[in-house]
């Protein structure tokens, strides 16, 4: 199974629409080896105590760590983001996966140098890979991507708002 690792903004922003149908997280974790170092996890427990909608992404994530694959990790002392970032990018390199899911779009420059063979992938580009392997349609996609950005404040983001094109294009007749 390919191995998926991700960051507590990527998990954060794939949980907003857990629970619900498309659950996105809900597919990730049926497609992909979803691994996550305990670093993500303390940071997801500091977000669910808020009772706002990333705190309650954060808990329906808490509530499907069982099927996450928790690792430790050590930290690199030079890495200049925060200690969730640096786990995860440590463990991502250290597992070699395929896929890094991470939504710190004012430092995805730094987080792509610093993987090794990883890819790099935000949460809609991973919504519309989803859409490829025929896991979600197009306006599945496009109506959780709505949610995420709504919840995320992502309306002037222009990652997503090219991630939005692509699926309306391919959301068309």
């Not at 430790?72 to 995860?88: Q, R």
């Not at 995320?152 to 983001?157: A, E, V």
Request: proline share 3%; charged share 25%; hydrophobic share 40%.
């Amino acid at each position: 199974m390919t191995r998926f690792v991700a960051d507590t903004s990527g998990l954060v922003s794939l949980g907003i629409t857990a629970g619900n149908d498309p659950d996105p997280l809900g597919i990730c974790l049926q497609e992909y080896d979803v691994l996550v170092p305990e670093t993500v996890v303390d940071e997801l427990r500091e977000i669910g105590s808020h009772d706002d909608r990333h705190g309650r992404a954060a808990g329906a994530i808490l509530d499907r760590t069982d099927d996450l694959g928790v690792r430790s990790v050590s930290l690199d002392d030079d890495f200049p983001l925060d200690d969730g970032e640096n786990a995860a990018v440590t463990l991502a390199n250290g597992v070699d996966a395929a896929l890094f899911c991470c939504d710190e779009f004012n430092h995805l420059g730094l987080i792509h140098a610093s993987l090794a063979d990883t890819r790099l992938v935000t949460t809609p580009t991973v919504l519309s890979v989803l859409v490829r392997r025929d896991l979600l349609s197009a306006h599945e996609a496009l109506d959780v991507l709505e949610s995420i950005s709504r919840a995320r404040s992502w309306k002037s983001n222009s990652y997503v708002r090219r991630a939005r094109s692509l699926l309306e294009s391919e959301a068309s007749p």
